[in-house]
């Protein structure tokens, strides 16, 4: 594997960590336990280990579609 791809995986990690606590879903110090662990994490299952609990920072927010009851078409 290469180091391309698991610095992209930490980076993706990372930015899954730091939304969810900027979210509330993890507390400072999870938050700081969790970011060094893929930081030494040597693989890309060490790293996904660490944030398989998330919600992925790529996900897509669930939308609705806002539409005014006369312009909606059955």
Known sequence: MGKRVIGES???A?????EAFARDDLELEELEERLAKVQ???SL???ATV???LVPATAPMPTRAI????????
């Open 51 to 53: 944030v398989t609990d």
């Open 10 to 12: 930490r980076e993706r």
């Open 45 to 47: 299952d060490a790293i």
């Open 14 to 18: 990372i930015a899954t960590l730091t």
């Open 40 to 42: 030494a994490a040597e």
């Open 67 to 74: 539409v005014p009851a006369a312009d909606a078409q059955p």
